[in-house]
């Protein structure tokens, strides 16, 4: 989701992802809740100071972590969503970009 997605873009990307069959579940990441897994992720990483030092639990974007049925199915959800209203960004669980070091 965008950061400053409001509530409604939110409910309406959680409607359409409940009725995708494609989809097996979704667990939402408000900002807080985001941000913490944000620095747990890259805790280790070089780029952990300047991440912490620009990013706040309110400027970090709140996300969706679904769970796709097959691998075959990744891509129709990810095309589904890539340009929907509030969605900041799609990425596939092996997917996500690389820090640039």
Known sequence: MGPAAPGSQVVSVRIKLKELPEVA???????????????SLVAKHEVSSVIAAVLTPATTPPLFVCRIW????????????????GVMAVYPATGIPPFSS
Request: charged share 35%; net charge positive; aromatic share 10%.
């Open 25 to 39: 579940s979704c667990s939402y990441l408000d900002h807080a809740a985001s941000y913490r897994k944000l620095k």
């Open 70 to 85: 097959t691998k075959d199915d990744v891509g129709l959800v990810e095309q589904r969503f890539r340009k929907a209203t």
